[in-house]
């Protein structure tokens, strides 16, 4: 019973990379914008603090959550192409 485990557990192990290396990475179009300019925009809004998340959506924009100066958690989406919240 506890080599059928391993056993299992190994094949599970070994089968993971390949399914990963299967699945295409998400990612902005070629003609994004630096996501450093998409930040810089985002830093000149007014209040601004600082950037706490950034996260690429699969749905094809960023994701950024900042605070600002009176501790408010703000989130928005912005277009990779244009750098312009949607």
């Known amino acids: 019973m506890h080599r059928t485990v391993l056993a299992v557990t190994a094949a599970i192990l ?3 990379p390949a399914l990963a290396q299967e699945t295409p ?3 902005p179009p070629q003609n994004a914008m630096k ?3 998409i930040l ?6 007014d209040d ?3 950037v706490d998340d950034v996260e690429w959506n699969e749905e094809g924009y960023y994701d950024v959550t900042y ?5 408010a958690k703000v989130e928005m989406k912005f277009n990779p192409v ?3 919240p949607q």
């Not at 810089?40 to 809004?45: D, F, I, L, N, Y």
Request: glycine share 4%.
């Open 14 to 16: 070994c089968c993971s």
């Open 25 to 27: 990475v998400p990612a």
């Open 35 to 37: 996501l450093s300019a």
């Open 40 to 45: 810089a925009k985002v830093e000149q809004r």
């Open 48 to 50: 601004f603090r600082y």
């Open 67 to 71: 605070f600002t100066t009176d501790k």
């Open 82 to 84: 244009t750098g312009e």
